[in-house]
């Protein structure tokens, strides 16, 4: 008999125990799950937090490029008009030519006008090659000027440039020049696109661009971001490897 009691005492004690054990277990696992989702809402609020920065940085970025973007649209405006106004001037020339029993002694001043503003838009305009495109200009005048070819001659030959001045504004291409860096007169290459974008590399592999400065005019600089050094690189390989259309991301010269 006391065998049964304490059988029956031993079974009351162990389910008192589990009964006590069972909600300190599920307490602790709540416990536990709080903090989970504890831990879980704080690394949501930090990914959101993130997201929204990524969101901002991407809406700057979108809005800085949008206006990199107009300025480019406003210099290549600026450069077709420049050409269209030669243009016009070449044309209003050649008009002249063809009117009857012109003389060439009054055909030469409005031709060597018209070569004068010619030669003030190369000097002031898209820095490629400008001391040999100024070169076959003088050349030109002196010939006029000396009587040494025939004014309607001459007048082909203007158009001629002028035709070579339209072109330039379409290719893209490398080739050589020498440029004034950092005081310094250097052979390098030039990387053309159009006459609005000229990009170079030294042989020392420093990169550049050409930049226009507050007063209008046109400088050459290096690049100090490696990032920026190796786009230009990349536009370098492609462009010599006849790749001449596509996607390519360069530092903007009429960024201020």
């Not at 304490?6 to 589990?18: F, N």
């Not at 009587?147 to 339209?166: C, H, T």
């Not at 690189?233 to 790749?243: A, E, G, P, T, V």
Request: net charge positive; proline share 3%.
């Amino acid at each position: 008999m006391q065998k049964s009691i304490s059988k029956k005492l031993m079974v009351k004690i162990g389910v008192s125990l589990l009964c006590s054990f069972v909600p300190m277990v599920m307490a602790s696992n709540v416990e536990n799950l709080a903090k989970s989702l504890a831990k879980i809402r704080g690394e949501v609020e930090t990914l959101q937090s993130q997201l929204d920065i990524e969101k901002e940085k991407h809406g700057s970025k979108m809005a800085a490029l949008n206006s990199q973007l107009a300025d480019l649209s406003v210099e290549e405006r600026r450069q077709k008009l420049s050409i269209e106004k030669l243009q016009h001037s070449i044309g209003k020339l050649s008009e002249n030519t063809q009117k009857a029993e012109e003389s060439g002694e009054t055909l030469k001043p409005i031709l060597l006008a018209a070569l004068g503003d010619y030669k003030r838009h190369v000097e002031s305009g898209f820095p490629f090659k400008i001391e040999d495109r100024v070169r076959a200009i003088t050349d030109l005048e002196r010939n006029i000027a000396n009587r040494l070819i025939d004014p309607n001659k001459a007048v082909n030959q203007a158009w001629s440039l002028i035709e070579d001045e339209v072109r330039l504004s379409k290719e893209n291409g490398i080739y050589q020049q020498t440029i004034a860096l950092n005081g310094e007169r250097m052979l390098v290459d030039i990387a053309k696109l159009g006459t609005v974008l000229l990009y170079f590399q030294t042989k020392d592999n420093q990169a550049g661009m050409a930049k226009r400065n507050p007063e209008g005019a046109w400088r050459f600089e290096t690049v100090e971001s490696t990032d920026e050094a190796e786009r230009i690189k990349i536009l370098f390989d492609s462009l010599k490897k006849q790749i001449r259309q596509g996607y390519f991301e360069l530092p903007n010269p009429l960024r201020k």
